[in-house]
Every structure is written in structure tokens, then in C-alpha cells.
């Protein structure tokens, strides 16, 4: 039987002896709800509204805990904030469209980005290991507002 996130997360905080707060708890849930990417400080505006005894370093230590726990990956996507995303087992590869205007990110899965990509490898004698794709521009929504 699959383990859920907050039992999991209970498991490594155990590893390092440590608690799973009631905080921690709230936190972690929240972040499993939100889709996508999100930022400290939006998990921090969405759990302030109801549970406002939490910080926001709180919120910040529990996503770095997250992270290295393998439940979410971090990245930065040029802006100054790091957003956290929930790392599926099943999640499939996945790339990125950032919008410069408003800070939209779109993920995408294109088979025929994956293939080149491979080629590209091969012909330089290469293995990847991991990659990123990030490609930076306007979105939909930013250039009708023009």
C-alpha cells in the first residue's frame, strides 16, 4: 500500500529527529493542495487566512524540509523567488513556458523536445542524467492586454 505524502514526510522528519508539528501538518497539506508552482511566500498569504499563528519562516523551513525530503523540488525561474512544486513518483517529465510579464508558468510535456534532446546527446557522446527546459516570453493573457 502507497504511503501518503504526510506519512511519508512523518517517516523523514522521524530520519532527522524531528516532529510533525500541528504547523508542519497544515503546511504540508496546504502545499499538497495548491497545483503548481508556489512561492514561500504565497503558500504563507494562502495559510495566513486561516491558520494566521504561522510564520512565514515556519512555512519556509517546512518547504526546504519538503525538498529534502524528495516531496517537492524547488527552482528558481529568474524572478528573485523560489517555487516549490510536489514531486509526484508518477509525475511525468515536464518543461516550462514563463510568462516575463506576469510570472505565469505553464508546464508542457512535448515528445518531440524529449527525442531532439536525446539526439543532441547521442551525437555528442553524452548521457543525461536530468535536464530542465525553461522558455521565457509573454504569455497569451499579457499580450492580449497590449
Known sequence: MKKSFIQQFEDYLRSKNLRLTDQRRVIVKAFF???GHVSAEELYRYIHKTTPSIGFATVYRTLKILAEAGLASGKNFGDGYVRFECCHVSKEHH????????????EFVNSHIEKMQESVAKEHGFTI????????????ECNARK
Do not use: A
Not at 518543461?95 to 505553464?106: E, F, P, Q, S, Y
Not at 542524467?129 to 497569451?140: A, E, P
Open 129 to 140: 542524467q536530468d535536464h530542465t527546459l525553461d522558455i521565457y516570453g509573454i504569455c497569451r
Open 33 to 35: 493542495r495548491k497545483k
Open 95 to 106: 518543461d516550462h513556458l514563463v510568462c516575463n510579464r506576469c510570472g505565469k508558468i505553464v
